[in-house]
């Protein structure tokens, strides 16, 4: 029935309501006080999270945002340079946070979120009277600005290596790797492997309400502790929500292909609107733009809005579309129809 599925929430894959089963879950969490460590499901789940990623030990924060930040912290001095890739999420959507909290300066490198090791060795400043010394290089695997990009295994591992030729440090903002690692048919350890520190979301594409974790070597994460505090993301009773977590990690890893099927459908459809330019879909993002004589995206918006479909503008001409748990196929058609009606009709 169609009212049951309106609206068709397309603006992110963060938008997901906590299932049944993960109520469930939270409902039933053996909880502790996390401060002194004692919380038993946080616990598992932070053990169960190194143990995926192949890392010593995790940190469950409150956000990717913290997790990213606690990061910079832990593997940079003030005043340190960090490369990081183009529109990365660290640079764009932490409110400046790099420079506020941790103290450095972001260098950008490459295109489209992704760089060679080329581009790392030429923009690592030396460790003089006049540069910034470079410190560290941020990978963010999927990429969310550049459409839900993966980075290429080669190219990766080739950065990685160059990085560390260079004595630098590395972390992989990692908030959609199950999408990466689903669509390149890779272990997350595997994509995880060359990192310090790694950042994991369980609220984006895996349904959880709240949640992300830091993952890396046993001395990084206690040193990320004292930083989660200072930032003011320490917490309580906090099983209830890592619950919700190991509920994501066990049930909705498997199902992400199902998203990239339904962003590749939605892509077949709305790349054969005249106007419509979409880059390549890898994953579960479509970023779309929009030529004249077509709308801009804010127009578009609105109008799909008024048919029960929501999705964000993500630039005058550009509109960015997520498929996530919450929209199965039906949903997904509804969509492709709403957009060949306001596109057809603009
Ligand atoms: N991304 C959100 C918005 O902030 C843009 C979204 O809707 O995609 N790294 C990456 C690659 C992300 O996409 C996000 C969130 C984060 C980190 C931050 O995670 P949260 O929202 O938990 O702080």
């Known amino acids: 029935m169609l009212w049951r599925m309106l609206p ?3 603006r992110s894959d963060t938008v997901t309501r906590p299932s049944p089963g993960m109520r469930e879950a939270m409902a039933r969490a053996e909880v502790g006080d996390d ?22 030990a995790g940190l469950f924060v409150p956000s990717g945002t913290m997790a990213n930040q606690i990061a910079l912290r832990v593997l940079c001095r003030h ?12 640079q764009w959507y932490e409110n400046g946070a790099a420079g506020a909290l941790a103290g450095v300066q972001l260098s950008v490198i490459g295109r489209g979120g992704l760089f060679s090791a080329e581009e790392v060795a030429l923009a690592c400043k030396s460790d003089d009277q006049i540069c910034p010394p470079t410190r560290l290089v941020c990978v963010e695997n999927t990429h969310n600005r550049s459409g839900g990009r993966v980075w290429p295994r080669e190219q990766l591992f080739a950065v990685c290596d160059a990085a560390r030729r260079l004595g630098l440090a590395l972390h992989l903002d990692g908030a959609r790797l199950w999408n990466a690692a689903v669509a390149c048919g890779a272990s997350p350890a595997e994509l995880a492997a060359p990192f310090d520190t790694v950042a994991v979301s369980l609220s984006k594409g895996l349904g959880a309400p709240v949640g992300s974790l830091l993952l890396g070597q046993r001395d990084l994460i206690r040193s990320a502790r004292r930083y989660r505090q200072m930032y003011g993301g320490g917490m309580r009773q906090a099983g209830v929500l890592a619950a919700a977590g190991l509920y994501a990690l066990h049930h909705n890893r498997a199902r992400l292909v199902e998203d990239h099927d339904n962003a590749a459908f939605l892509a077949s459809r709305l790349a054969a609107h005249p106007g419509v330019d979409l880059q390549p879909v890898q994953t579960n993002i479509l970023m779309l733009d929009l030529r004249p004589p077509l709308p801009e995206a804010h127009v578009v918006v609105e109008a799909l809005k008024g048919r029960g479909v929501l999705v964000s503008a993500f630039g005058a001409r550009r509109i960015r579309v997520v498929t996530h748990l919450d929209v199965d196929r039906a949903a997904c058609a509804y969509a492709a129809a709403a957009f060949d009606a306001v596109l057809g009709g603009a």
Request: net charge negative.
């Open 79 to 90: 005043g340190d340079d960090v490369l990081v890739g183009q529109e990365s999420h660290i």
């Open 8 to 10: 068709v929430d397309l």
């Open 35 to 56: 401060w002194y460590g004692e919380d038993p499901t946080v616990n598992r789940l932070q053990e169960e999270a190194a143990a995926l990623l192949g890392k010593e």
